[in-house]
């Protein structure tokens, strides 16, 4: 029993947290439809803020009120005005993307500014260190007891709040639809806000309770929080606050009493305890029935007032302008490439290399999120499928590295169909969460074994060799990507003109329509996640050949929140978006690179910022400077058309 | 026998019985007028019969085999075709898109391994049926608009032109008169009228403006808190009396 205590008691901690940010996810849910991941990203903020203040000698309370009570709704409301208002009607990956942006992009722009802080002992009511009394036999610290205090008072003044002043049900109203809540006199704006600034106020104050007790104050540990949080909210649905609380009080508990009783040492124990919300996560969406079964959500009942969305489709284009920019988009290509071949330094070969390989992963987001229309969280753990399979085959059958691109791909694909399937019933945001709990339990457990990821040293994997012709320098190894992404293009060119991409695109448009003409929409969704995993496995697998080594590290879960907001704001509908992507982030990264150290962070500021542009223009910046080139192209032929045919008259 | 027969069929959603013990039977190239107050149950029953619903009890025949356990896809596979009270289109693709998905799908001919060799593209046949089923509902000078641009009137005759895609048997219309301009009105009646006479479609039609109804179909079946309140020709049943107080009015 007393045992048992011990291992209760410090999760006590732990799950406040997750039910103060689990509350504020849930409340800006239903206040603005927007799920809120950047809030592990506020969170850090907050802490990061209340450790600088104590450790310049200001009294823990102005520390408090500065970092939580004023920084962190100000944030909240900044975001909700500049940002998040936009996207209340918008699709979910719209919502999702520019959040995602921000989680990267905040805690970037924290590094920038301030550099890593280490944590300071200190909390807000008692002396952290000293035990106040113990229960069962297990002391009680001034942290532990000052987290809880102040957590549970927190939580009741909220539920006094909506249950009083009918905010909460102004709030259901404002989600509905904020223009008939208008109507019925609800100033929906003020409403809204209120509701981002009150969530945000939460998730600062879970960060500023988690600060001391993480060993570290880095943005990793709170995005952790963040995922647990996610998981409390999906325990109440979304929707019901009380679930919501004792769900993240409970999983803290849970949590911190499994690591207790596992046995030291092994994976599974080192592991488990990390991954275990995600595992709630997961069988919370499978299971709960209020989230399955959902169709996309019906929207605005006003929306039959509102001009139509612009359609995402590049215009047609005169014959002229057409055919000319296909000539300009092949000279560019070829440029570049005799470039790279001829004139490039040996590291920015590799740069270009790294450039391309990456393309070919991209390529899988242009399949699932372009073609498919689904979201995924989880496609670096697919590549790292293909890569790990590459590299052990490689090292212990000696198998032709060419080859196991090819296993490593089907390997992938098998796991892409396998997570597909419990996604078939669920609504968008709910697959991205359930893909990126597969992701982070792939990080925390599946790669960690010595057959997986190679354990902690990794896999050395070669380059490949073909019919006796060896692709191991770096320059034939260029080549051999530029063929092979040249393959993989091509196919998703194709697959996107026949039949599959023509009932992806239905099935994008509507569902319910697709099943009408006799299209299997379950099937299908199956399909572009096992085609897109398959290229993602691919890329991995190239990946790996081209680094000659591969680790776990190499595809962890933050990789893959990355990939998706690079390739979303580059263009994320077009073959040529993905390679772009994929160019532009190791060139810039390369350049990154060359800078005093402590700007390493600029690269996941600028994807983090670019990202925000995709709720103005979900084709993606270059995709959109591309349709402005050749519409000025355009207007341009046109006028020299009319000059030609006065001149004849 | 009939080409469609729902027997006993009840659904109710949560205490609200939206179906009680309704049988419908539809015989080939029949058309049949499905009409009722709002809240009758007559998009209940028709989303029993393409799939989107299971109801409680009851068994649902079509072209002599049971479909009640059948997803909406399949459904649409064996010959049921239909159209939407909200539309359903597929946003971002023109209408001549629409039907090339939609006669691919029926032909069942799309391959994985064709789209990767290239053969995925529609051939000139498809195009040429495609076109003909375009003229046939009015909407050739819009074959390469995007939907998004059209009209709500002529957004409804592509979901009718992609529903006759493949000739379904059983062709099921969710109101498709509602935001249609008189000049639309009279493409409509004239284009189930014209699949009727050419093709033996038969006709579920579910509307309220009834001179329509009377004009493209044979038999009326009314419907009021999810029970058959009238069934018969037009003239007898709108004559009946049942019919009027729970529908038309007094003043009709």
């Known amino acids: ?649 | 026998m009939a080409l469609l027969e729902a027997s006993d069929l009840s659904k109710s959603f949560g205490g609200i019985l939206a179906l009680a013990e309704v049988t419908l039977r539809v015989e080939s190239a029949e058309a049949v007028g499905l009409v009722g107050p709002n809240g009758a149950g007559k998009t209940t029953l028709f989303d029993c019969i393409a799939g989107w619903t299971r109801a409680d009890t009851g068994r649902i025949v079509f072209d002599g085999r049971a479909i009640d356990r059948l997803a909406p896809y399949r459904r649409s596979r064996l010959g049921i075709g239909r159209t939407f009270q909200r539309l359903e289109l597929f946003t971002g693709m023109t209408p001549l898109e629409h039907l090339l998905v939609a006669e691919r799908v029926r032909a069942g001919t799309g391959r994985l391994w064709k789209d990767l060799l290239g053969l995925g593209r529609p051939t000139a046949a498809e195009r040429d049926l495609a076109a003909e089923t375009l003229a046939l509902v009015g909407l050739e000078d819009v074959a390469d608009a995007p939907v998004s641009t059209l009209s709500l009137g002529r957004a409804r005759l592509v979901e009718l032109a992609r529903a006759l895609v493949g000739s379904p048997m059983l062709l099921m219309l969710d109101e498709p008169s509602s935001g249609l301009d008189d000049q639309e009105r009279r493409a409509l009646v004239a284009t189930m009228r014209r699949v009727r006479a050419e093709r033996g479609t038969a006709v579920l039609l579910v509307e309220h403006d009834l001179d329509l109804v009377s004009a493209v179909v044979d038999r009326l079946v009314v419907l009021e808190t999810g029970r058959v309140i009238a069934d018969g020709g037009v003239a007898g049943v709108l004559a009946a009396a049942g019919v009027r107080r729970a529908y038309l009015g007094p003043a009709r």
């Open chain 1, 1 to 649: 029993m007393s045992q048992f205590v011990s291992f209760v008691l410090p999760g006590i901690p732990y799950g406040c947290a997750y039910a103060l940010m689990a509350a504020g996810l849930v409340l800006t849910y239903q206040a603005s439809g927007v799920f809120n991941l950047a809030f592990g990203a506020q969170a850090f903020v907050s802490a990061v803020l209340f450790t600088i203040a104590v450790r310049a000698g200001w009294p823990g309370w102005i520390a408090f009120l500065v970092s939580v009570v004023l920084a962190a709704p100000l944030i909240g409301v900044l975001l909700e005005q500049v940002l998040f208002r936009f996207t209340r009607t918008a699709p979910p990956l719209v919502k999702l993307v520019p959040a995602l942006g921000l989680l990267i992009a905040i805690p970037s722009l924290v590094q920038l500014v301030i550099g890593t802080s280490a944590r300071v002992p200190s909390s807000l009511l008692l002396s952290p260190s000293e035990v106040y009394f113990h229960l069962a036999g297990s002391p009680v610290s001034g942290e532990e007891l000052s987290t809880t205090v102040v957590a549970v008072v927190v939580i009741i003044l909220l539920a006094l709040l909506l249950q009083s002043s009918g905010l909460g049900l102004r709030m259901r109203a404002v989600v509905e639809s904020p223009r008939m809540a208008e109507l019925a006199g609800i100033r929906s704006e003020r409403v809204s806000a209120f509701a981002w600034g009150i969530s945000s106020l939460f998730a600062g104050l879970a960060g500023v309770l988690l600060a001391p007790i993480y060993p570290q104050v880095n943005a990793a540990n709170f995005t952790a929080l963040l995922v647990a949080a996610v998981a409390a909210a999906a325990i109440g649905g979304f929707a019901s606050m009380p679930l919501t609380l004792l769900g993240g009080v409970v999983l803290g508990i849970v949590q911190e009493v499994i690591a207790g009783y596992l046995p030291s040492g092994s994976v599974l124990s080192s592991g488990l305890r990390p991954a275990f919300p995600f595992v709630v996560l997961a069988m919370v969406l499978v299971s709960r029935r209020s989230l399955r079964g959902a169709q996309p959500s019906l929207g605005d009942p006003l929306a039959g007032c509102d001009p139509p969305p612009p359609s995402l489709r590049p215009p047609a284009r005169m014959a002229e302008v057409a055919i000319g920019s296909r000539v300009f988009a092949g000279v560019l290509a070829a440029l570049l490439l005799v470039t790279a071949a001829v004139l490039v330094p040996g590291n920015w070969e590799f740069t270009l290399t790294q450039g391309l390989v990456l393309s070919v992963i991209f390529l899988s987001i242009t399949v699932l999120t372009g073609l498919g229309g689904q979201i995924s969280l989880c496609q670096a753990t697919f590549a790292g499928a293909g890569a790990f399979a590459v590299g052990q085959l490689a090292a212990h059958f000696g198998t032709p590295v060419l080859l196991g691109l090819l296993v490593g791909g089907g390997l992938a694909a098998g796991i892409g169909a396998l997570v597909a399937l419990p996604t078939l019933r669920l609504g968008g945001l709910s697959v991205g969460l359930l893909t990126l709990s597969f992701a982070l339990v792939a990080d925390n457990v599946l790669f960690l074994y010595s057959w997986s990821g190679g354990g902690g040293s990794g896999l050395s994997v070669p380059r490949p060799t073909v019919a006796g012709i060896s692709f191991a320098s770096s320059s034939a190894f260029f080549w051999l990507v530029v063929v092979l992404l040249a393959l993989v293009s091509l196919a998703v060119r194709l697959l996107g003109a026949g039949t599959t991409g023509q009932e992806l695109a239905a099935i994008r448009g509507s569902e319910i329509g697709a099943a009408s003409i006799g299209v299997n929409v379950n099937r299908l969704r199956v399909v572009a996640f096992t085609l897109s995993a398959a290229v993602a496995g691919v890329g991995g697998g190239l990946y790996a050949s081209l680094q000659q080594s591969v680790s776990p590290t190499d595809f962890n879960y933050q990789f893959s929140l990355v990939y998706v907001v690079v390739v979303a704001s580059i263009g994320i509908y077009t073959v040529a978006g993905a390679i772009e992507a994929g160019l532009a982030y190791t060139v810039l990264l390369q350049l990154i690179g060359n800078l005093p150290s402590r700007y390493s962070s600029l690269l996941g500021l600028v994807f983090g910022l670019v990202a925000l542009s995709y709720v103005r223009h979900p084709e993606g910046v270059v995709e959109y400077a591309r349709i402005w080139a050749l519409d000025r192209a355009e207007q341009l032929a046109r006028l020299l058309k009319r000059h030609e045919q006065a001149a004849g008259s």
